[in-house]
Nanobody, 120 residues
């Protein structure tokens, strides 16, 4: 099982980026999915999360600017980031609670990080 994140890059302040994270492998079902970020010298923090039914939560600093969504048929979660600020610069990681085929419990998985750099 793998979570593959993509979509990071370099953007000027005020710009937009869209991150994607696709699950692959022997996935039976995915519950909550989310995006975390870790800036240099800081702890990893939750940016946004979404339940299988589409209920969302956001950290205060991104409310009104970021939007999380998912495609259950594709085992994919997205993060649309608008009005980006230099303080959004970080490595972004996707995360999912998923159950593999033949498994009996949900386990937490991380994708590899994707770097977002916002210049002022």
């Amino acid at each position: 099982v793998q979570l593959q994140a993509s979509g990071g890059g370099f953007v000027q302040a005020g710009g937009s980026l869209r991150l994607s994270c696709a699950g692959s492998g022997n996935i039976f079902s995915i519950n909550d999915m989310g995006w975390y970020r870790q800036a240099p010298g800081k702890q990893r923090e939750l940016v946004a999360s979404i339940t299988r039914r589409g209920m969302t939560t956001y950290t205060d600093s991104v409310k009104g600017r970021f939007s999380i969504s998912r495609d259950n048929a594709k085992d994919t979660v997205y993060l649309q980031m608008n009005s980006l600020k230099p303080e959004d610069t970080a490595v972004y990681y996707c995360n999912a609670d998923l159950r593999v085929i033949g498994g009996t419990v949900y386990q937490n998985y991380w994708g590899q990080g994707t770097l977002v750099t916002v210049s002022s």
